[in-house]
DNA sequence: ATTAGGG
DNA sequence: CCCTAAT
């Protein structure tokens, strides 16, 4: 993974933590009792422990990765079927919008179980293939988004299949495929997915928690707020992404090339909650892991599947051209930002587009593109011969990723006004809000007069490396790394230009960059699109600006995502992880779910943290506590420079001990992450160092010059609190007491600590 | 919200 | 640097 924790603890005994954490002053000071009863962590600590997770992430190795993603992710699953059991919860929360559901047809009888051994014996099978078989009610209840416990057959099914298991034996038995699933025997995949089994079980396909959409939304428990539904009149719907995708079904993530995971894309996917979203991408590299083995990636995963699960080729094509696709040849012309799925499309005629879903809608954007110059070229003709060139090149691009929208909507309104209400949010940023970008090789063409053909998008062989994105309109949002979200269109291999994260973009000294948690809260999508004023830091950084690029694509979830990463090199060296903190300007509305305490509205994080997330992502992390999860993780340590330890004890000479906000104030009114109780913590750590020998010291030497003004200064001020408190209480105090306190100070370094 | 103090 | 109690 691209983050790195920047610091470790390992002072005076501090346990390492493996997670950073917020500032004091972004924290919510909430009496610790009612924290801990709370089923909600801070939005930082939420963050952290997604942190935490992406840091598991990379630093497992592939092999060891099944083995720690297994228990969280049985731990998750165990979670999550936890609360859908326990929640009756019936909130609403639409979070995903499939614009146009994409759904493959498979009428054809060589789809049947039974000519499926592959499915039966459990090979590489997804829930694509999976569904295009046997499970094609389930398939269809799923994209009506109905039943949940056929969802969690279904995602059971597969994720105990030997897909990703070595050993069928260590699974839980496939359940039947055609056969009706009975609760009990829901109720047992389900556990045996979850928990028992999974541990064996490493879970790699990413699909398989997109299988309970239906039963999760309704029972999200991410929307139930405590002032949600009852006191408060609104639901509010993050609708998050709309994955359009292009063309078909195939869940293609493999051929682009990519290392790097990004979302999935699930046609026939409904509305996963936020958590499963996340552990999706979790799992996004593994599915990936899998997918690349194959060999030819020409084929979608669709035929991956189909291929892989058969001996011989000619079953493999069987079955293939018996595929119910309106046309018999495709060339995959155009590939999505986020996959190559068969976006476009060059058919030999246009006579073969556009097809149809199954709703009968057409599902796809025919665009001809006129070549202005020269010989405009097809690709099917082009492949036939150079000298009989079609001028025209045929694209054919089934479906676009949609930015986040956020819709605010009465409780009491209708379905019927919540659909228009939808409607009028997408149309709207269909509308105005959005403009295409496309991309080459994954380099925006930005040159709008170029024809296609001197850009080369009708070569032939540009072809495959082609790629649509909806982008934010400029006049709405400021230039972002990965407007439309196209995670795949990143090339691994191009160095991307830094300004790509704008001016504010700096390296620290160590040419690493910090990731505000605003970012971090951003890339994983649990950001409630409300408010965000968060002024503390994360200590992760990316090993490089390409790495963050590429981390940030990855989860493009705001556009302007990228802007609120702003790193700011240190200006003392010391503190290597100076940063100053970013608001967002996102002016959404918030979310019920966001909880934070508004007394004083300017320094606090207005995240949501949706019960179900939190304790689904509070189980992700290698140490399985789901209760002490809600502990708050440590800050990172930042050792005092010398010459913030020479502006406290200059302030402290000036206005004493005791007062720390006046020394905040007037010493460290720009260092953010410097508390008054920081201050008064490092006074009393720098008057613990002035009294032991040198010897004992530890840590950057201290210049004793400022240690004995600490001293000095401590000296002075007890006095002058000692004849404070001697004139208020003239009577009480006993005089010889006073009299042997002043006398122990120093007296004559007085004049000196006040000049 | 601050301050003081133990951990 | 954390946590709590007391202001």
């Avoid at 045996?192 to 939304?217: T, Y």
């Avoid at 160590?510 to 004023?533: Q, R, T, Y």
């Avoid at 440590?634 to 000479?653: G, K, T, Y």
């Amino acid at each position: 993974m691209v983050l790195q924790k920047r610091l470790d603890y390992g002072f005076n005994g501090y346990q390492v933590p493996t997670i950073p954490r917020a500032t004091r002053s972004a924290r919510k000071r909430v009496p610790f009792r009612k924290r801990v009863e709370g089923n909600r962590i801070s939005a930082f600590d939420l963050l952290a422990t997604v942190a935490g997770t992406l840091l598991l992430d990379k630093e497992s190795s592939p092999a060891s990765n099944n083995a720690w993603n297994a228990e969280d992710q049985s731990a998750v699953e165990k979670n999550n079927v936890k609360e859908e059991r326990q929640d009756g919860d019936q909130s609403l929360k639409l979070e995903t919008c499939n614009v146009s559901e994409l759904v493959p047809q498979t009428n054809d009888p060589n789809y049947s179980s039974r000519e499926s051994p592959s499915l039966q014996n459990g090979t590489q099978f997804g829930v694509t293939s999976a569904i295009t078989t046997s499970e094609r009610l389930d398939y269809q209840k799923l994209i009506n988004g109905k039943i949940k416990n056929e969802m969690g057959g279904l995602a059971c099914k597969v994720e105990t299949g030997p897909f990703v298991s070595r050993t069928p034996d260590d699974c839980v038995e496939p359940v039947s495929e055609n056969k009706v699933l009975t609760d009990e025997e829901l109720d047992r995949t389900n556990k045996a997915s979850s928990g028992e089994v999974a541990d064996k079980c490493p879970l790699e396909d990413p699909l398989v928690l997109d299988g309970k959409p239906p039963a999760v939304v309704s029972s999200d428990s991410s929307i139930k707020a405590p002032s949600f539904g009852e006191h408060d009149p609104f639901i509010s719907f993050p609708i998050q992404q709309y994955d359009v995708n292009v063309v078909s079904r195939d869940d293609d993530e493999k051929s682009s090339g990519c290392t790097h995971p990004s979302p999935i894309r699930e046609p026939f996917r409904s509305t996963p909650r936020i958590g499963d979203r996340r552990i999706r991408k979790i799992l996004a590299s593994r599915y990936w892991k899998v997918a690349l083995r194959s060999k030819n990636a020409t084929y979608s995963n669709y035929d991956e599947n189909l291929k892989s699960g058969y001996c011989n080729r000619s079953t493999y094509k069987r079955l293939r051209s018996g595929r119910n696709f309106p046309f018999k040849k495709r060339k995959f012309l155009h590939y999505t930002s986020e996959s190559n799925s068969d976006g476009g499309t060059i058919g030999e005629g246009i006579s073969d587009l556009p097809e149809k879903n199954i709703n009968g809608k057409a599902s796809i954007l025919y665009s001809k593109m006129h070549g202005v110059t020269g010989e405009p070229s097809s690709l099917a003709d082009q492949r036939k011969s150079f000298n009989s060139r079609d001028p025209h090149v045929k694209l054919r691009i089934k479906s676009f990723r949609v930015p986040e929208l956020f819709i605010e909507i009465p409780e009491s309104a209708t379905v019927g006004s919540l659909k228009r209400t939808v409607k009028e949010a997408v149309t709207a940023i269909l509308g105005g809000g959005l403009c295409v970008g496309v991309l080459l090789q994954g380099k925006k063409v930005r040159d709008d007069n170029k024809t296609l053909l001197q850009t080369g998008i009708s070569r032939d062989n540009q072809m495959d490396s082609l790629g649509f994105s909806l982008e934010p309109n400029p006049s709405h949002t400021s230039p972002s790394l990965c407007p439309g979200g196209s995670p795949l269109t990143l090339p691994h291999d191009i160095p991307l230009p830094l300004a790509s994260l704008g001016e504010e973009a700096n390296f620290l000294s160590d040419n690493s960059i910090l990731i505000h948690e605003a970012a971090w809260f951003k890339c994983m999508e649990l950001v409630s699109p409300g408010k965000l004023s968060i002024k503390s830091y994360f200590g992760y950084c990316a090993d490089s600006v390409y790495d963050l690029i590429l981390f940030l694509a990855r989860y493009p979830a705001n556009p302007g995502l990228v802007n609120q990463v702003t790193c700011h090199p240190s200006t003392d060296p010391c503190i290597p992880n100076a940063c100053d903190f970013i608001e967002s300007n996102n002016d959404c509305t918030a979310s019920p779910t966001d909880m934070f305490d508004k007394s004083t509205t300017e320094s606090k994080a207005l995240v949501a943290v949706p019960a179900m997330s939190v304790e689904t992502l509070a189980a992700v992390p290698v140490h399985k506590k789901s209760k002490q999860s809600e502990v708050a993780q440590r800050r990172i340590r930042r050792p005092f420079s010398i010459s913030e330890v020479e502006a406290l004890v200059q302030a402290v000479e000036k206005l004493g001990t005791g007062r720390w906000r006046d020394v905040k104030l007037r010493a460290f009114d720009n260092a953010k992450h410097r508390t008054y109780v920081d201050l008064k913590d490092k006074w009393k750590t720098l008057l613990h160092t002035a009294r032991i020998s040198p010897q004992q010291r530890r840590g950057e030497p201290v210049p004793q010059e400022l240690l004995d003004r600490v001293l000095n200064a401590h000296t002075y001020w007890s006095q002058q609190q000692a004849k404070q408190q001697q004139q208020q209480l003239p009577e009480s105090c006993l005089p010889h007491y006073n009299s042997t306190m002043i006398g122990s100070g120093r007296c004559d370094d007085d004049e000196n600590i006040l000049g």
